[in-house]
C-alpha cells in the first residue's frame, strides 16, 4: 500500500497504528516515506492550531500502539524527535499523549528504559525561556505532577527502573553556576522523589546528594567574605545592636552595621543566594517529613551524609544548619541523636582532625539550641570531661599544643560550652552537683596546662564566670595576653585554625535565619541573664525565653557597650570574642583587617 | 518455574582493610552487589546468597592499597531464563497491543500483540481490561493474576523479558490448572492424530504432570478397550 498522506487521514485511531507499523517496518528496509512524515509531525512545537495539536496527539497515540516496533537503531531519528520533546511547550492533551507513549517505550524494550527515564528527568526544570516569560504556578505543577506519576508508573511496570533513576537523578544535578531556580527547582523535584512513592528506593540518595550540593555551594562562599573587617564594632556587637539602643554619637556612626544590614550585603552574591533558598528549601521538607512522621529516618540519612561530607568539609559555615533544624523539629530525638553521634566521634573516632571537628559542633550545638533540656546539656559535658580527665591522667607531660591537640580542643569545648550554659546549670540543683563532681578544675589546672593553650578570649570569660559563680576554683589566666590567639593556641588548631571554629555561629543567610532565630541562643541572652546583680533563676530563664534575646532592659546596654568600647582599637574585647568566630588575625592582614566586607567576586580588598 | 537454578560458587572477597573489623558485614554487603544484575561468570541474575566463609585466614593482597581477599563458598540461587522456557508472572498491566507482567517481582516482561495467539481477545469489560480466551470464556487475563508464557528473549542489562503467548498450553495460570486435565487428555488424543506435533512434549508442566499423566494412560487403555469391544 502506498504511504497515506498525513493531512488526508481519515481512518480510526485503531487502524493508524496497524499503518505506523508497517511503516515502522518499511523505514527498516529503506522505504521512509511515511515514517519520515510522522517524525515531522513530532517535530513541530511552534504556534501549533488547534488541528496541528489534534494532529500531533493523534500520532502519538498511533506510535503508542506501534511501540513494539521501534528498534533503537533503525529509528533513530522518530525516537530523537519523541526524547527532544519538552512538556513545558506543550498542553495538557500532548502531554499526556506523550507521557503515555514514553510509559509504553520503557515497558517494551529494555534499551529504552534509560532514555525514557532521562528525558523525565531533564523535564523536571523547564527551558530557559519560561524563567522569562513567568508563567504561572499552574503550568508547573501540571507538567511535575505528570511527571511524577510517570516515574511512579514506569517503576510498576519496570521495577528495576528506580536503580537507573537514581544515578539519572544524580548525575543530572545541575551544577553549582547554575542560576538559581533551575537548581531550585531541580531540587524541589528530588525531594517530591524522596517524600514520594519512591521515597524507599531513591530517597537516601536524593538526601545524600543535596547536603553534598549544600557543602559544594558552602565551600564556594569564601570565609573571607564573612569574617568582620577593620569595624569599630565587632560582628559579635550586631548581636546587642538589635537591642540596644544607641545611646551616643560613637554608636550611631555605626548602627548601619546591624546584623541584618550585614545579612544583605553579604547575600548580594550569588552563591550565598542560592544556598539561602535551597536550605530554606530542605527546612521546609523537613518540616513536612516531622509532620508526617519520617524525620527520624530521614535524620539518620542526613546525619550519615554529615558525618562523610560536612565533618570532614574545611570549616564548613553554614549547611550544618541543616542538622540545626531537624533537631528543633525534634529534640528528643533528632537533637539527641546529633549529640551523640558528636560525642562518639570526638571519642571514639580515629582521625584527630575529625574528633576536633566533631568536638567542635558539639561545643557550638550545645551552646546554642534552645531547644536542648539541660540536663541533656549536661550528660553530653560529662561525656566529654570524663574523656578528658582519662586523658590527662595517663599523660602527665607539659605543655604540648600539637600532639595533644584533641585534649585541647576538648578543653576548650567544654569551657565554651559552659560559657554560655553555667547559669542554666546552676540553676538546677542537681545539675550544680553534677558539674560540680565533673572536677573541671582538675583537668584546667593540669599540668598539660589547657587554659595557656585554648583561645584566651574564652578561657577569660569562663574563668570570669567560674569565678563570679564561685564553680571552681582556678588561677587566673596570665595577664600579659590581650590578643586573639596566643603563641600556643594558633599552634593547637594547626593551619586549618581548627582551635577558632565554631559552626553554630548566627547564620548569615536571612531566609534560613527566620527558621533558626526562635531556636537559637544569643550570646546577649546569656549576657543578659548574668550581667543583673542578684540574677534570680527566673531572670535566668526569662532571658533564654525571650524571643530574640531582646528582653533586656535599656540600662543594660550601656553596661555592656562600655565594656566593648573599652579597647575597640585593639582586636575586640573578650566576651566578644565568646560567640562569634573571631576575626582572622593571621600575619595575611599584615596585623589589620581588610577594610570593608568585599564579595567574592571582587578579590581587590587584600 | 523454570529458569531457576541453584549453584555453589567458589569466591574471593577482597576488602579494604579498613573493614577489618566488621569482615562478615562487608562481605555481606559485597555480595549484596551482585543482587539483581547478570553475572556471566555464574550464569545467570543472582537472586540470592548463602555464603559460608572457609576458614579466619585471608591472603593479603598488594596493590595500589593492600587489600585482603577472603575465601568463601556461597549457594547462589541464579535465574537464568532460556528460549521458550515457561515462565510465570503477575500481570501489571494489559493494553490492547500488549501485556506486561512482572516475574519474580524483579523482571519486566512484556508480551506484544503479534505474540499474542489470536485466541485471546482484548476487551473492556465493566471498566476493567482483560484478555478472553475466545473459546474458553472462563480462560481469562487480567491485571492481578499470573500468566504463564514462553520466553522469547531475555535482556540480560536491563532484566526484561520479551514473551509470546503462542504456544497452546499458556496463558491465565488460574484457568490453566483447574482445567489442566480436561485440556491435556484432550490434547493427547489430538496429538495421537497430529504425530508430527512435538511442541507439547518439550513443556515441562507443574507437578500435575505425573498424576495426570497416569489418569490419562488409565483413561486411554479404558477407552481403547472400549473401542475394541
Known amino acids: ?606 | 518455574m523454570a529458569g531457576l537454578e541453584e549453584c555453589e560458587a567458589n569466591l574471593i572477597v577482597y576488602l579494604h582493610p579498613s573493614k577489618e573489623n566488621c569482615a562478615r558485614d562487608a562481605i555481606l554487603s559485597e555480595l549484596s552487589t551482585l543482587l539483581f544484575t547478570y553475572n556471566e561468570t555464574v550464569g545467570g541474575v543472582v537472586l540470592a546468597y548463602d555464603p559460608s566463609i572457609l576458614s579466619n585466614l585471608a591472603k593479603i593482597v598488594p596493590g595500589t592499597f593492600p587489600c585482603f581477599g577472603v575465601q568463601l563458598k556461597a549457594k547462589l540461587l541464579l535465574f537464568n531464563p532460556k528460549p521458550d522456557m515457561v515462565l510465570e508472572g503477575e500481570v501489571v498491566k494489559l493494553t490492547p497491543n500488549s501485556i506486561h507482567a512482572v516475574v519474580l517481582g524483579f523482571s519486566s516482561a512484556v508480551i506484544a500483540d503479534d505474540d499474542i495467539r489470536d485466541e485471546f481477545k482484548y476487551k473492556i469489560k465493566g471498566g476493567e481490561e482483560v484478555y478472553v480466551s475466545r473459546t474458553h470464556r472462563k480462560h481469562k487475563i487480567k491485571v492481578g493474576t499470573i500468566v504463564r508464557f514462553s520466553m522469547k528473549s531475555f535482556d540480560e542489562e536491563i532484566l526484561h523479558i520479551s514473551g509470546s503467548l503462542l504456544a497452546p498450553h499458556i496463558g491465565g495460570v488460574r484457568w490453566l490448572d483447574k482445567n489442566l486435565e480436561e485440556w491435556s487428555r484432550a490434547d493427547s488424543t489430538a496429538t495421537k492424530r497430529n504425530t508430527g506435533d512435538r511442541k507439547l512434549e518439550n513443556y515441562t508442566l507443574t507437578t500435575y504432570e505425573t498424576s495426570v499423566k497416569s489418569d490419562e494412560q488409565i483413561e486411554k487403555s479404558k477407552k481403547k478397550r472400549r473401542q475394541h469391544t
Open chain 1, 1 to 606: 500500500m502506498g504511504a497515506p498522506d498525513m493531512d488526508e487521514l481519515s481512518f480510526t485511531d485503531s487502524q493508524l497504528h496497524f499503518y505506523v507499523k508497517d511503516a515502522l517496518k518499511a523505514a527498516i528496509q529503506g522505504d521512509c516515506d511515511f515514517y519520515n512524515q510522522l517524525v515531522a509531525v513530532i517535530h513541530r512545537k511552534e504556534r501549533l492550531s488547534a488541528a496541528d495539536v489534534a494532529l500531533l496527539v493523534t500520532c502519538l497515540k498511533a506510535v503508542t500502539g506501534a511501540v513494539s516496533c521501534i528498534h533503537i537503531s533503525h529509528h533513530k531519528s522518530l525516537l530523537a524527535a519523541i526524547l527532544r520533546m519538552s512538556l513545558w511547550d506543550y498542553g495538557t492533551n500532548v502531554m499526556d499523549a506523550l507521557l503515555e507513549l514514553l510509559v509504553a517505550l520503557a515497558s517494551s524494550n529494555g534499551e529504552h528504559v534509560n532514555l525514557c527515564l532521562e528525558m523525565l528527568v531533564s523535564n523536571f526544570v523547564p527551558p530557559s525561556a519560561y524563567f522569562e516569560k513567568h508563567r504561572g504556578p499552574s503550568k508547573k505543577s501540571e507538567v511535575l505532577d505528570r511527571v511524577h506519576s510517570t516515574l511512579i508508573d514506569i517503576a510498576n511496570l519496570v521495577p528495576l527502573s528506580p536503580l537507573i533513576l537514581e544515578k539519572i537523578v544524580r548525575d543530572k544535578m545541575p551544577h553549582v553556576y547554575v542560576k538559581e531556580q533551575p537548581i531550585v527547582m531541580y531540587v524541589e523535584n528530588m525531594l517530591r522523589l524522596e517524600s514520594g512513592a519512591m521515597g524507599e528506593l531513591v530517597g537516601s540518595m536524593a538526601l545524600i546528594v543535596l547536603m553534598d550540593k549544600l557543602v559544594e555551594l558552602d565551600v564556594e562562599i569564601a570565609w573571607k567574605d564573612i569574617l568582620e573587617d577593620d569595624f569599630q564594632k565587632d560582628v559579635f556587637d550586631f548581636e546587642l545592636e538589635d537591642l540596644a539602643e544607641p545611646a551616643d554619637n560613637f554608636n550611631q556612626e555605626n548602627k548601619e552595621f546591624t546584623r541584618e544590614a550585614s545579612m544583605q550585603r553579604f547575600c548580594s552574591g550569588n552563591h550565598p543566594e542560592k544556598l539561602d533558598s535551597l536550605m530554606v528549601l530542605t527546612f521546609e521538607h523537613l518540616k513536612c517529613c516531622f509532620e508526617t512522621g519520617r524525620l527520624v529516618q530521614v535524620f539518620e540519612i542526613l546525619l550519615q551524609s554529615f558525618r562523610i561530607t560536612v565533618l570532614t568539609a574545611y570549616k564548613s559555615k553554614f549547611a550544618q544548619f541543616v542538622m540545626f533544624y531537624a533537631c528543633s523539629l525534634d529534640p528528643e530525638n533528632c537533637g539527641k541523636l546529633f549529640a551523640d553521634a558528636l560525642v562518639d566521634i570526638f571519642v571514639n573516632g580515629v582521625h584527630p582532625e575529625w574528633r576536633m571537628s566533631a568536638v567542635a559542633y558539639l561545643a557550638s550545638y550545645l551552646a546554642r539550641a534552645k531547644f536542648l533540656p539541660v540536663p541533656l546539656i549536661a550528660i553530653m559535658l560529662e561525656r566529654v570531661v570524663d574523656w578528658c580527665s582519662k586523658y590527662c591522667k595517663n599523660w602527665g607531660s607539659d605543655i604540648n599544643p600539637k600532639a595533644q591537640k584533641v585534649f585541647y580542643a576538648g578543653c576548650q569545648a567544654t569551657m565554651y560550652v559552659l560559657c554560655f550554659r553555667m547559669k542554666q546549670m546552676l540553676a538546677i540543683p542537681r545539675l550544680k552537683s553534677q558539674l560540680q563532681l565533673m572536677q573541671i578544675d582538675a583537668i584546667l589546672g593540669h599540668p598539660l596546662k589547657p587554659l595557656q593553650v585554648c583561645l584566651p578570649s574564652i578561657v577569660d570569660e569562663f574563668l570570669r564566670q567560674a569565678k563570679e559563680n564561685r564553680v571552681c576554683f582556678l588561677p587566673e589566666r596570665l595577664a600579659d595576653q590581650d590578643f586573639l590567639e596566643s603563641k600556643h593556641s594558633t599552634v593547637f588548631g594547626g593551619t586549618e585554625k581548627l582551635g577558632m571554629f565554631f559552626p553554630f555561629d548566627p547564620i548569615l543567610l536571612p531566609n534560613c535565619d527566620r527558621y533558626i532565630r526562635p531556636n537559637y541562643v544569643y550570646w546577649s541572652m546569656v549576657r543578659s541573664s548574668y550581667d543583673e546583680e542578684g540574677t534570680s533563676d527566673e531572670d535566668v530563664a526569662d532571658a533564654y525565653d525571650c524571643e530574640d534575646g531582646m528582653s533586656i532592659p535599656d540600662d543594660r546596654s550601656g553596661k555592656g557597650c562600655d565594656e566593648e568600647d573599652c579597647d575597640a582599637d585593639e582586636f575586640s574585647p573578650s566576651f566578644e570574642k565568646m560567640s562569634i568566630t573571631p576575626r582572622d588575625s593571621s600575619h595575611r592582614f599584615g596585623g589589620r583587617m581588610p577594610s570593608r566586607i568585599r564579595p567574592s567576586m571582587s578579590p581587590e580588598s587584600l
